[in-house]
């Protein structure tokens, strides 16, 4: 059973940082997209940041803040968060795609940016 667990979300005040880690109970090899979503209260979820075997891909809302990265020793994929805002509240979840399509989210982890 393949798990991805998330780590790093808390409460942050406007302008502060935060880093994301999501762990792969298997090698991240075995993924082919990796990623992060959030979820707003009242909206739908939307991607943040994803990367491929070839690109790596960002939210217009998050491009210069945010950044995505992978460690394949520690299987995990980080999302750090720079010059966050109050509209970057919400739960992010980390999500996976192996390489013969199954789709695997974690539990999510809250973000929450005071103003």
């Known amino acids: 059973q393949v798990q991805l667990v998330e780590s790093g979300g808390g409460l942050v005040q406007t302008g502060g940082s935060l880093r994301l880690s999501c762990a792969a109970s298997?090698?991240?090899?075995?993924?082919?997209?990796m990623g992060w979503y959030r979820q707003a209260p009242g909206k739908q979820r939307e991607l943040v940041a994803q990367?491929?075997?070839?690109?790596?891909n960002y939210a217009d809302s998050v491009k210069g803040r945010f950044t995505i990265s992978k460690d394949n020793a520690k299987n995990t994929v980080d999302l750090q968060m720079n010059g966050l805002r109050p509209e970057d509240t919400a739960i992010y979840s980390c999500?996976?795609?192996?390489?013969?399509?199954?789709?695997?989210w974690g539990q999510g982890t809250q973000v929450t940016v005071s103003s």
């Open positions: 298997t090698s991240i090899y075995s993924f082919r997209i």
């Open positions: 990367l491929t075997s070839y690109t790596t």
């Open positions: 999500h996976g795609v192996a390489g013969y399509g199954s789709n695997y």
